[in-house]
Antibody
Framework: EVQLVESGGGLVQPGGSLRLSRLSCAASGFTFSSYWMSWVRQAPGKGLEWVAN????????YYVDSVKGRFTISRDNARNSLYLQMNSLRAEDTAVYYCARDLRWRGSYYNDYWGQGTLVTVSS | QSVLTQPPSVSGAPGQRVTISCTGSNSNIGAGYDVHWYQQLPGTAPKLLIYGNSNRPTGVPDRFSGTKSGTSASLAITGLQAEDEADYYCQSYDSSLSGSVFGGGTKLTVL
């Protein structure tokens, strides 16, 4: 059974980039190193927003414009884990962050499995 | 403002048919990128409903169907049931943004 379990969320001050600000996603039930992976977020009461994704080897990374230069996606295939390092956090980064598996499809991709999400709140 | 446009809400009575539209542009749906749909029940993570415009993952009832034409796509739900009450999101790829894009979501209310 495919499982994605996020952790690391919590309350962070604006401008923060503490250790708390690295999200983790533990994957199991599939060959993690064979799949692209994504982070998708959802602000309270709002819709879904793709944040970033990464290829199998960790050599290709893409980001939504609003987080470029502040967030870094990475992975450790030996640990079956996906990460999102978040720096210079802003109030508008407050959201539930989901880890999701990507399936490539005719030039695009979709997300067939999602974690339960972890809430990041940016507030003083 | 989302790159893909969906109606904020739709509603229907049990047993009826509803459709949810998803309108994009020439850098995403109109460029030939396929559309995928997700269902999000209250308080839960999104669940894949339709991929590649019209394909259902194993376990998704055939009451759910998808189509795509030009710069738009639609999700149809027939034989509405109370358990279908949820938020629905479309997704595609945008070449100008080099990433995935979602619609703003549509809240389905079963009357």
């Amino acid at each position: 059974e495919v499982q994605l379990v996020e952790s690391g969320g919590g309350l962070v001050q604006p401008g923060g980039s503490l250790r708390l600000s690295r999200l983790s996603c533990a994957a199991s039930g599939f060959t993690f190193s064979s799949y692209w992976m994504s982070w998708v977020r959802q602000a309270p009461g709002k819709g879904l927003e793709w944040v970033a994704n990464i290829n199998q080897a960790g050599t290709e990374k893409y980001y939504v414009d609003s987080v470029k230069g502040r967030f870094t996606i990475s992975r450790d295939n030996a640990r079956n884990s996906l990460y999102l390092q978040m720096n210079s956090l802003r109030a508008e980064d407050t959201a539930v962050y989901y880890c999701a598996r990507d399936l490539r499809w005719r030039g695009s991709y979709y997300n067939d499995y999602w974690g339960q999400g972890t809430l990041v709140t940016v507030s003083s | 403002q989302s790159v893909l446009t969906q109606p904020p809400s739709v509603s229907g009575a049990p047993g009826q048919r509803v459709t949810i539209s998803c309108t994009g542009s020439n850098s995403n749906i109109g460029a030939g990128y396929d559309v995928h749909w997700y269902q999000q029940l209250p308080g839960t993570a999104p669940k894949l409903l339709i991929y590649g415009n019209s394909n259902r993952p194993t376990g998704v009832p055939d009451r759910f169907s998808g189509t795509k034409s030009g710069t738009s796509a639609s999700l149809a739900i027939t034989g509405l049931q109370a358990e279908d009450e949820a938020d629905y999101y479309c997704q595609s790829y945008d070449s100008s943004l080099s990433g995935s894009v979602f619609g703003g979501g549509t809240k389905l209310t079963v009357l």
